[in-house]
């Protein structure tokens, strides 16, 4: 216990001097869900322009169809009875909630959105490249992109993954060395698009 701190209080009027232990100081409690929330606010902010198109759709779907459904199931259930006891009222709030809280995280996402574009053709690995590398004597293809559109199994990584970071302002003809699990592995860069 001698590693907690002392506070010494004095208190004049009863001529009294306490020494108090701190022994639990107070945490702020965090929600699950509020620290879900800011991971997926503060993340990158590249899509390519079909993710965007789509981003859209779904927020204007939310927005105009799903939200006033949402709310007048809300109000519906609302009018059956006592609220403490009223498990569909309940459960009509949490679904409101939910799809105003992925309205929220679609339009940060759109606020802040980069467009990956391509054509940048200077040789140079860039977000929203297609590289085809060389590793463990097979030939594969992969294009980077932001990580919200990552999808390994059909070739897409994500800018910020280790391969990711490794690969980009690289250009065709070098090679990469990747350190994981205790074991190095080379890739040639064979062309960049």
Known sequence: MAHLPLLV??????????M??????????????????????????????KALEKMQKDLERLT????????????????????SENAAYQEAKVELRRINDRITILDQRLK???VIEKGQDDGKIRIGSTVTLYVNGKQTSFEILGSHETNPGKGRISHLSPLGQLLLGRTEGESVTLHHDGRAIEYGIISVA
């Open 9 to 18: 209080q004095h208190f004049p009027e009863m001529q009294l001097t306490a």
């Open 20 to 49: 108090l232990r701190v022994t639990n100081p107070m945490r702020i409690p965090t929600r699950r869900s509020e620290v879900w929330r800011h991971a997926k606010m503060t993340d990158d902010h590249y899509f390519t322009p």
């Open 64 to 83: 105009s169809v799903e939200r006033p459904r949402a709310a007048e199931e809300v109000h519906r259930t609302k009018q059956m009875g006592d609220l």
């Open 112 to 114: 802040h959105a980069v």
